[in-house]
Structure formats: C-alpha cells, structure tokens
C-alpha cells in the first residue's frame, strides 16, 4: 500500500509499505477514505518528539472495515463505516474504567510508566506517534491497523461525509475536553490562545456549553478571520503578550478571563530572544503562550492545555499559579468519553467541522500538505488527504 513515512526531520515521503495485517483478535483493518495533518503531526516533523525508525504517521482518519478479528464480535463488522478516536485504548483496565483512554495501561507495553518522564514512563499509545507512544503506525495511509477496534471505531451515519464526521477523531474531542475541564456552565468568558484548528474547535465547543463571550488570540490574521468566520469569535492579533494581556482585561472588566485554553504547544511562534533563552535553559521550544493564559485568566480562574508540552520548563510561574488560586488542567484528550455526544452534536446540525479545511489533497501529495501547512503558506490552516 501508499502510505506517509517518517525519515526523520522535514522528511516525509510517500511510499510503498506493506499491507497491514490482523495482529490480535480484537484487531480490524480499515480501508482509509480520508485522513488529516495535525498539528502535533509537526512536532515530529519538526524533530522535536524524537523517532528513530521510519514510520507511518497520522492519528486522524476515518474510513471502511475490511476485515475483523475473531474478538471484535459482533461490535463491528466489515463494511461499516467508521471514525476512529487518536488514543488506542483496551476498554478494560483501570484508566479506560475512568474515562481516561490516554492513560491505557495496555496498549504502550514498552514505554508505558505512571512517572510521565521525558522519555521514559510514557502515556498509553496514540496512533503515529513515536515509539515512545506505542509505535503504531498511523492513519495517513490506504490502510491501517486498529487494535481494540470492538471499543474504538464507531460506526458513521450515511447522511454524514467523510469531512463532517473526519474531525470526530482527534481535533473537535480536543477542542471540547479544553471547555469540558474548565466545567464550563453558561455565562463564561473564554479567551483561547491559537487560532488553528484545535483552537477554533474550542471555540465551537465554548459557544456548545454557553459561553457569554469568546476570544481567540494568535499571531496570523489569516488565521483569525478564518476563526471569525467559522466560529463567531472575537479576535486579538498577538504582537506581544504584554498587550493580549491587557486586551483581554479590558474585555472583562479588569478581572481577567474565566477560562483561557492554551490551544498552541510548545512551539509558538518565536522571536530571536525567545529562541535564545531556550537555548540558555536548556529548553525545547518555549512556554510563552502558557504564560500569557495564566496572567490572562481571572483569579480563581481556570487554565486548559491543549498544546502539546513534551519538556520540563525553568522558571514555571508557581507563584503566579498560588497566588491568584489558578486552576490547571491538561493533556491528551479522552476522545472516547466525549465522541458520541459530540457525533449526535454533528448529525443534529448543532456544531458544523469542515468549514476549517482549506487545502484537499491526494495522499500523494501530503509531503506538500505538511510543507504547506508547517509554514503557514497559501493560508494554510487543515489539510484533508485523500488515499
């Protein structure tokens, strides 16, 4: 089969690979019909998360079951047509139990520890991401390997396409758990930093759960008119933190926002002086978009990250985080908690995905699509492949 290789730092090609195959009796195969390029996808890319071997990437596709393994049973069958959520998660033990699937203690075997380390005692495993995430290869690809698939996959509706139900598997759970962690009730003011797809998915998640306002901040004005466009928000172009800041006070009557999502990672966009600090730190990237949510949020206010953070950073602001009795929460989305709500949320017409993609592209091309979306060129902001 086709498939999007990993060769190591901006070097991505598609090549013939062999067939996956069934591995274990609660495995399927699924025939990809669309796949996406996620912005966690570049932190391999940019070789920032370490891989070693070459490797099949991606953890957003949806497509066709081919075959099953005897221990799917009846849950699945060949033929359905399904989505499948990033984390791959047994459905048995003590995390999945908890409606913690990013925290499967069964599928990551080699790297798997309760310490969360830099490179050792990692989280349970995700599709096409690093070894040090269980090694599966991933779904930017025609076919792809799904173990667990009797607790994962879930069969989509005919009167759903592929790009209104693809987001399903990673972003719109994503955007939502962002909201979902803060409790959001009704009423709030939400401020979320970064305005590409997972930001712009909170955004929608926020209006979901009654926000009384919602603001999104990043430093491409293409990208925040795409946000304004899809999702109703205000909108802040970055030129420093000091700024937002005070932006986003003056939006709430001084007190700050009641909940800011840090929707980036630890790769913003950064200035020479930035990159140099880390470089004295001894650092990977940069905590800055952190930072600025947690002077941007309200005293008793609650901060959610959604951006990636691989690295331990010097100088985190506890004090900051004591004194104004700051809430924080992150991590790897529990995509399966939330997906079935938030599939009825799409056939019922209450939330739209697929007004954020921008480019469609053969998976021939996707060496182009990560290019194109890495560097922000064409007004890049999805990429959707097609196998």
């Known amino acids: 089969m086709k498939a999007l290789v990993y060769h190591g730092m901006k070097d991505v090609r598609v090549d013939t690979v062999d067939d996956p195959k069934i591995e274990d009796a609660r495995d399927a195969i699924i025939r990809v019909t669309s796949t996406a390029i996620c912005g966690s996808d570049l932190h391999i890319y940019n070789g920032s998360i370490p891989q070693p071997r070459p490797m099949v990437l991606g953890h957003e596709f949806m497509g066709i079951v081919e075959e099953v393994g005897k221990g799917v049973g009846g849950k699945l069958k060949v033929g359905d047509r399904v989505v499948v959520p990033f984390p791959v998660a047994c459905g048995t033990c003590y995390f999945c139990n908890h409606e913690l699937p990013g925290h499967c203690e069964n599928s990551n075997p080699e790297h798997y520890g309760p310490e969360g380390g830099l490179l050792t005692e990692k989280g349970g495993a995700l599709f096409g991401y690093t070894d040090l995430y269980g090694g599966y290869n991933g779904g930017q690809a025609e076919y792809v390997r799904v173990p667990y698939a009797d607790f994962g996959p879930r069969v989509i509706p005919d009167s759903l396409t592929d790009e209104q139900a693809l987001f399903l598997t990673d972003i719109f759970p994503t955007g939502y758990s962002g909201i979902d962690w803060a409790d959001v009730k009704g009423g709030e003011i ?101 930072e600025a949510c947690m002077s941007a949020v309200r005293r008793g206010g609650t901060v959610t990250i959604l951006g990636v953070y691989g690295t331990p950073f010097d100088n985190f602001p506890v004090g900051q985080l004591f004194d104004k009795g700051i809430k924080l929460m992150g991590g790897q989305a529990p995509a399966h908690k939330h997906i079935d709500k938030l599939l009825q949320y799409v056939i019922d017409g209450k939330v739209v995905l697929d007004d954020i993609i921008s480019h469609r592209l053969p998976l021939a091309e996707a060496a182009h699509g990560y290019d194109i979306f890495r560097n922000k060129k064409d007004n890049c902001l999805k990429v959707v492949l097609k196998p």
């Open 190 to 290: 939400i401020a979320i930093f970064g305005s590409g797809p997972v930001g712009i998915m909170a955004a929608k998640s926020a209006w979901l759960r009654g926000a009384a306002r919602v603001i999104i901040v990043d430093t491409q004005q293409y990208r925040l008119d795409k946000a304004k466009a899809s999702a109703n928000v205000e909108t802040i172009l970055w030129e420093n933190a000091k700024d937002v800041v005070e932006q986003i006070r003056a939006m709430s009557e001084g007190r700050g926002a009641d909940v800011c999502v840090e929707a980036v990672g630890f790769e913003p966009d950064r200035d020479l002086l930035d990159r140099a600090k880390a470089v004295i730190n001894l650092e990977k990237g940069s905590p800055k978009v952190l």
